[in-house]
């Protein structure tokens, strides 16, 4: 990520970014605009929002409540999560996740995965070793339990045990915060981390573990989420498991500031404690409508399961390249 010489970027188109010079670039880092640069329908969508009306969410709008409406269908059925809290970046929603577990638990005590990122809010550099183990930082909180990242290549855990094998970790981390945990938040397939993908049936035991400490399991889908997996909307679901939280932020919007907190009833309903909570611009009507052109392109272009096809030969051409490692 160091940008020894930045390029200045002035236009995009797709999947492509033009610089001053007029240079074109393949834009393999940017994980924002979820259905490429400039898309004509997003566009649209925002345009004639802004022509009529941009304002702060005291008003009701029909835009945020169809988009709560389409947002809690993409998730599985049974799973519970259906109230919808929208806020403007990944770091308010996972920060506003913390509130939420706090107030549903009345406890502090958090479990976290090393390398994991959430955020730049105090809160979230606060449950987030990528942040808190690094220059500048100040190690983990009193409150905060670091457990090891499941990293099937680097780490100790490697074989068809590995799952358990992390799991346990998680399971000492709840016993070690005296049986009471708060939350456990993760990304349901670590970025920042090294994109590792968790071992199978980790997230289930992981869960159930902090659920028997009387926590809060939290799936951190910022950058993972909307259909980046190919095979599941979310990331989440690949391993079979259902969050009490699920947090969203950087592709909703396809560029506009567009996050979200979705979340069960029951969750919900704690938070709902006299300390109100309201977001000025969260889940504006231009906002909200870039959210809802973006799960429009997401279906009517079928990228989801682009994203799978492509994945799965991009995966089948980096085989052919030459005899693999072990555990590559």
């Given at each position: 990520?160091?940008?020894?010489?930045?390029?200045?970027?002035?236009?995009?188109?797709?999947?492509?970014?033009?610089?001053?010079?007029?240079?074109?670039?393949?834009?393999?880092?940017?994980?924002?605009?979820?259905?490429?640069?400039?898309?004509?329908?997003?566009?649209?969508?925002?345009?004639?929002?802004?022509?009529?009306?941009?304002?702060?969410?005291?008003?009701?709008?029909?835009?945020?409540?169809?988009?709560?409406?389409?947002?809690?269908?993409?998730?599985?059925?049974?799973?519970?999560?259906?109230?919808c809290f929208f806020v403007n970046s990944g770091s308010e929603a996972n920060d506003l996740a913390m509130r939420l577990a706090f107030a549903r638990t009345r406890s502090?005590?958090?479990?976290?995965?090393?390398?994991?990122?959430?955020?730049?809010?105090?809160?979230?550099?606060?449950?987030?070793?990528?942040?808190?183990?690094?220059?500048?930082?100040?190690?983990?909180?009193?409150?905060?339990?670091?457990?090891?990242?499941?990293?099937?290549?680097?780490?100790?855990?490697?074989?068809?045990?590995?799952?358990?094998?992390?799991?346990?970790?998680?399971?000492?981390?709840?016993?070690?915060?005296?049986?009471?945990?708060?939350?456990?938040?993760?990304?349901?397939?670590?970025?920042?981390?090294?994109?590792?993908?968790?071992?199978?049936?980790?997230?289930?035991?992981?869960?159930?573990?902090?659920?028997?400490?009387?926590?809060?399991?939290?799936?951190?889908?910022?950058?993972?989420?909307?259909?980046?997996?190919?095979?599941?909307?979310?990331?989440?679901?690949?391993?079979?498991?259902?969050?009490?939280?699920?947090?969203?932020?950087?592709?909703?919007?396809?560029?506009?500031?567009?996050?979200?907190?979705?979340?069960?009833?029951?969750?919900?309903?704690?938070?709902?404690?006299?300390?109100?909570?309201?977001?000025?611009?969260?889940?504006?009507?231009?906002?909200?409508?870039?959210?809802?052109?973006?799960?429009?392109?997401?279906?009517?272009?079928?990228?989801?399961?682009?994203?799978?096809?492509?994945?799965?030969?991009?995966?089948?051409?980096?085989?052919?390249?030459?005899?693999?490692?072990?555990?590559?």
């Amino acid at each position: 990520y160091a940008n020894t010489d930045p390029l200045l970027i002035v236009r995009g188109e797709g999947a492509r970014l033009f610089d001053e010079r007029g240079r074109t670039f393949l834009d393999t880092r940017n994980n924002v605009c979820h259905v490429g640069h400039a898309h004509p329908r997003v566009a649209a969508a925002v345009a004639r929002q802004v022509s009529a009306l941009n304002t702060n969410t005291r008003y009701l709008h029909p835009n945020v409540c169809l988009l709560a409406r389409r947002l809690a269908a993409t998730f599985p059925a049974g799973s519970g999560l259906e109230v919808c809290f929208f806020v403007n970046s990944g770091s308010e929603a996972n920060d506003l996740a913390m509130r939420l577990a706090f107030a549903r638990t009345r406890s502090r005590e958090v479990v976290v995965v090393s390398h994991g990122y959430h955020g730049h809010t105090q809160q979230t550099i606060d449950i987030s070793p990528y942040k808190f183990d690094h220059k500048g930082g100040e190690g983990p909180k009193p409150n905060v339990r670091k457990v090891p990242c499941p990293d099937t290549f680097r780490g100790p855990h490697r074989g068809a045990d590995a799952g358990a094998a992390y799991a346990a970790s998680v399971e000492a981390a709840c016993r070690d915060a005296g049986g009471q945990v708060a939350a456990f938040i993760v990304e349901s397939g670590m970025s920042v981390g090294g994109v590792i993908m968790p071992p199978e049936g980790y997230l289930a035991a992981c869960y159930r573990a902090v659920r028997a400490a009387g926590g809060i399991c939290i799936a951190d889908e910022v950058q993972v989420g909307f259909g980046r997996f190919g095979a599941h909307f979310w990331a989440f679901e690949q391993q079979g498991v259902s969050p009490d939280i699920v947090t969203m932020g950087k592709p909703f919007g396809n560029g506009m500031p567009l996050a979200a907190v979705v979340t069960t009833r029951s969750v919900a309903e704690a938070f709902n404690n006299g300390l109100e909570y309201f977001n000025t611009f969260g889940g504006n009507p231009v906002c909200a409508a870039a959210g809802l052109a973006v799960l429009d392109v997401l279906r009517d272009e079928s990228l989801q399961e682009h994203a799978s096809e492509v994945g799965a030969f991009f995966r089948a051409e980096l085989w052919r390249l030459g005899p693999r490692p072990p555990r590559v």
